[in-house]
């Protein structure tokens, strides 16, 4: 199995993993209505013709901006939660709740999150509800929800134990820190799929924002979370 980053601006990745051949999109970047945006360059050395499955972390522009794009270059079927449809058919999605000081920060400095331009409705085929295997798919791994950052958020859990979990944890500003969700829609289940992340075996943590994290740092990240809202 090999793991290509690809980095979309300063702080924001998404990834490609490559199996017996096959590739998987984990989140496809944003494009952020530049016309000039293409998969193609910023995914240079990634045969695209090898991607076989798409998976969406969650519905925030940042993460499955690039998905209309993505789906139509590859023709690779989409795997999401169904939270994901109203951004995926509208551009729209769900406003961000601060969830600490590191939060408030974070929300102060981001723009608004405006609707990005859609250029057409994006299906989901193949909605996901709750924990999916994807071996059947080709990869070596299971589809775990783990929502807390938004109800719809999934992390990809690898039999080795890489983890690509989104916005879960992440690195906000880009400064080395390892945090769980600045910000989040439900603190309980935040809690929950921290947990759920760690007894999946997690070792690394590829995130949306920064790292990859170790688990030591996770662990640490959890430990703040729980008992300091850190
Ligand atoms: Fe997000």
């Known amino acids: 199995m090999e793991i290509k980053t690809v980095s979309v601006g300063p702080i924001t990745n998404f990834y490609a993993v490559v199996e017996n051949g096959k590739t998987m999109l984990i989140d496809t970047g944003c494009y952020l209505n530049q016309p000039g945006w293409t998969l193609k360059t910023v995914m240079s050395g990634i045969d695209l013709s090898t991607v076989s499955l798409i998976v969406l972390t969650h519905g925030h522009m940042d993460h499955a901006g690039g998905i209309h794009h993505a789906k ?41 999150p405006a609707p990005v331009d859609v250029p057409e409705p994006v299906a989901i085929d193949i909605p996901v509800t709750e924990e999916t295997d994807l071996h059947p798919y080709g990869f070596s791994g299971k589809v775990i929800l783990t929502p807390g950052h938004t109800l719809d958020a999934i992390s990809v859990v690898m039999d080795s134990g890489e983890c690509f979990v989104g916005d879960t944890v992440l690195d906000p500003f880009g400064e080395g820190i390892c945090t769980f969700a600045v910000l989040s829609l439900d603190n309980e289940a935040l809690k929950e799929s921290g947990q759920k992340l760690l007894d999946a075996g997690l070792k690394c943590a590829y995130s949306g924002h920064g790292g990859p994290f170790t688990r030591a740092q996770v662990e640490e990240a959890f430990f703040n979370l729980k008992d300091h809202n850190g």
């Open 72 to 112: 139509t270059i590859t023709g690779a079927p989409v795997m999401a939660h169904p939270g994901c449809e109203t951004f995926l058919n509208t551009g729209k999605f769900t406003w961000y709740i601060p969830r600490n000081e590191l939060g408030q920060a974070f929300y102060d400095n981001i723009a608004a």
